[in-house]
């Protein structure tokens, strides 16, 4: 019964609707840009900023002691750390922008930066 009072035209604004909905979600949300580099904080402090294009491991020193960021094929983590837990390295790689990891213990964090990032502050 329903198809019966959608006409021609009622099919053709739905489906341009439509259209238009899928390439605005892909052009805005989907596409976040390509992660340039990493930003270390140490302390709460910007210490350091690497690109993700070359492949290198980078010591920091916290309250608990060494803390290793690794970078490799554009991607990143934290590879080994001495905070009790070890959340911060259990988060494993990180490969998008906005994308972070904390070693609060040890005060060290990482944030991929570069492209565009969404999340519930920004959004």
Known sequence: MTCQLM???????????????????DRLWLASGKPQSVVVRSGGQHAQEYSLATNAIYTFVGPLGLSEVEVRDGRVRIAKDPSPKQYCVKQGWLARPGEAALCLPNRISIQIAGGRSFDSLNF
């Open 7 to 25: 006409r021609p035209g009622d099919w053709l604004v739905l489906t341009v609707a439509a259209c238009a909905l899928l390439a605005l979600t």
